[in-house]
């Protein structure tokens, strides 16, 4: 009998939720128990702002040495998370069927964006969507909070702030979209490239485990808006915490799947801005989003995101 395949995921309730949603699909699929592996990250026990402790990636790395060490034979990790420098050692086995990637509004007495009063305090931990709230020009008060999702909601329940953005995927997972006081308009509220996907990876040379796991849970269509977006975050060689946001989707063509991709990038203040979109086939996803992202380099984008990370 085949020994389980074991799953590496980091303690947060989210996380194992995540990794529980992906190992129950991976015990169906490839017809083999499978076992949780809990793996703390930096980012889990530190409380320090994400930028000073080396970004979204913190997340990432403590799973992927576990992996190469042979403790756990899949990762699962926020897609969002991981940096766009490959790492020839490991596979991105699989990027099952993404969830709605908008951001969401929790705000006190159900207010939307546009019912919040001016000066009213929003927390996020992201620079970018800090960013796009400044640049809505609604007068604010966007300050940097850190935890996880309870720890972020229970800051506006104690009146800490009125209102926090997160993730629209994180709370569908937890079920608790009922919290939901406004889903946000990518018009007003990019998301990050990758958002509400999850990535599951293997280690390079565990070939047929690679092709067991993608044929398993892998969704193409998933997968190439993804890509698309990624494309554009290492055109522009912006880090996951880098204030840009990117948002491709997949729609039926003449021709077959066409993908639509917008993005963003702005100054930390969010008073400059650089927005293109673009068009093309998904099985270029990669070419559209690096020739997006070559666009918005010539238009200025490069002295955003240096600003940004300098």
Sequence with gaps: MNAPVRVGTR??????????????????????????V?????GDVST?????????????SALRDALLRGEVDVAVHSLKDLPTLLDERIALAAVPLREDPRDVLLARDGLTLGELPSGARIGTGSPRRSAQLNAL???????????NVDTRIMKVASGHVDAVVLARAGLARL???EEVTEVLDPLQMLPAPGQGALAVECRATDTELVAAVRSAIDEPRSRAAVTAERAVLAGLEAGCSAPVGALAEIAEGDDGDELWL????????GAVAVRRSAVGSSDDAEKVGRGLAEEMLDDGASTLIEEQTS
């Design 175 to 177: 079920g608790r979209l």
């Design 11 to 36: 303690a947060s309730l989210l996380a194992r939720t995540q990794s529980e949603h992906v190992a129950g699909a991976l015990c169906e699929g490839l017809g083999r128990d499978v076992e949780l």
């Design 48 to 60: 320090a702002p994400l930028a000073t402790i080396g970004g979204t990636g913190v997340f990432v």
């Design 38 to 42: 809990e793996v703390t990250t930096a």
């Design 262 to 269: 917008r993005a963003v990038a702005l100054s930390g203040d």
């Design 137 to 147: 020009g609604l007068g604010f008060d966007v300050v940097a909070i850190r935890g």
